[in-house]
């Protein structure tokens, strides 16, 4: 009777030793098949890995600059030179603003062409573009340096 829940046969014959045998040798083919089925993918789930030694490898030593300290400075220099460029770019931006203000106020020239009109204030604009491009360059740089260091997202916050 364990036979059958362990193979789960519910129906082995008790009385007569040779149906019970056919039937367990049944059990066991299928068995078999099933492990076939599985067999091949049976090492690529870690099944077969063997657990670590007790013995641990030394550490690597620590690269210079791979400290929570000089992550921490890195983001702060990194972080006052952004906001100084976006400072920047804001105050070029205001002047691009005034510079359009002014040429509106100023009469159109007669006889001359007014192809430089509205240059300046494209110029201080296209300064501005730069200078948050560069800001945001100098950010994204700072963390992907710290992620191929894996330094910790917290010490760059």
């Known amino acids: 009777m364990r036979i059958a829940a362990e193979t789960g046969l519910s129906e082995l014959a008790l009385g007569d030793p040779r149906q019970a045998a056919g039937d367990l040798k049944e059990a066991v083919k299928l068995a078999a098949s099933v492990e076939e089925r599985v067999s091949p993918?049976?090492?690529?789930?870690g099944v077969e890995n063997q657990p670590p030694s007790e013995e641990r490898a030394?550490?690597?030593p620590r690269a210079r600059g791979d400290d929570e300290r000089t992550w921490r400075t890195e983001a702060r220099r990194v972080a006052t030179e952004a906001g100084r460029l976006r400072d920047k770019a804001a105050d070029l931006?205001?002047?691009a603003q005034e510079q359009r203000e002014k040429e509106r106020d100023r009469p159109l020239r007669k006889n001359g062409p007014s192809a430089s009109r509205g240059r300046a204030a494209e110029r201080l604009e296209e300064q501005a573009r730069r200078a948050e491009q560069r800001a945001a360059a100098l950010e994204t740089d700072l963390w992907e340096r710290a992620r191929r260091a894996r330094a910790l997202p917290g010490w760059l916050r």
């Not at 993918?41 to 789930?45: H, P, Q, Y």
Request: glycine share 0%.
């Open 41 to 45: 993918l049976r090492a690529e789930t």
């Open 58 to 60: 030394p550490a690597a």
């Open 93 to 95: 931006r205001s002047r």
